[in-house]
């Protein structure tokens, strides 16, 4: 069946670069999505591509995707202790035609000053 | 702004006491979604629905039902809560193929 694999811990310091990769397994996605949930809230949307696109650029946030291998990358650069949270990638299931989206189990950036 | 509202931030219910964890949003989104969140499990789909008066069970329904009787409405109903079904809640909803919105989750605990 469908599913998405992300690493569950990612640590770094105060003004480095963060990488947080996934891979998804189902070839049909129309759209890839990062979410990020801060303690004790909801997910919010952080960013998300189109499959048709490889990479995708928002201030310090770089979306990367290899369609051929499944696999997308979150970069944010210039980390700050705001940016420590749990950070969800997700794909849409057949299409996205109703919404229904497959997320990883997250994977927790603690950032250190 | 989308906004996804949850009745209750924390809740505490007692084993075999039936639950209701409502959920409204004021988007007049056609899918609506519930979720629970554990430690190490991510994100698992209980229930979603994309319309009024249906409802599709997700990858782990058991223990649970839903209602949603109005659009901008979907409740998730615990039976008879179990000490297993103490969790973070989190319901969700979306415009077809458009990301999901969350709501701020709500935390269940069962004694």
């Known amino acids: 069946g469908e599913d998405v694999e992300q690493s569950l811990f990612l640590s770094v310091r105060e003004g480095d670069s963060s990488v947080i990769n996934c891979t998804y397994t189902d070839s049909s996605s129309t759209y890839l999505y990062w979410y990020k949930q801060e303690p004790g809230a909801g997910l919010q949307l952080l960013t998300y591509i189109f499959s048709n696109m490889d990479m995708k650029q928002d201030q310090r946030l770089t979306v990367l995707l290899n369609k051929k291998d499944k696999h997308l990358s979150l970069r944010i650069a210039d980390t700050q202790t705001g940016d420590s949270a749990i950070y969800f990638c997700?794909?849409?299931?057949?299409?996205?035609?109703?919404?229904?989206?497959?997320f990883g189990k997250g994977t927790k950036l603690s950032v250190k000053p | 702004d989308v906004k996804v509202t949850q009745s209750s931030r924390y809740l505490v219910k007692r084993t075999g006491e039936k639950v209701f964890l409502e959920c409204v949003q004021d988007m007049d989104h056609e899918n609506m979604f519930w979720y629970r969140q554990d430690p190490g499990l991510g994100l698992r789909l209980i229930y979603f629905s994309y319309d009024v008066k249906m409802k599709e069970k997700g990858d782990i329904p058991e223990g649970y039902s839903v209602s949603r009787e109005k659009k901008e409405r979907f409740s998730l109903i615990l039976e008879s809560a179990s000490t297993n079904q103490t969790s973070m809640y989190l319901c969700?909803?979306?415009?077809?193929?458009?990301?999901?919105?969350f709501g701020p989750g709500t935390r269940l605990t069962v004694l």
């Open positions: 997700a794909e849409s299931l057949d299409g996205g035609s109703q919404g229904n989206l497959i």
């Open positions: 969700a909803s979306s415009l077809t193929e458009n990301e999901q919105f």
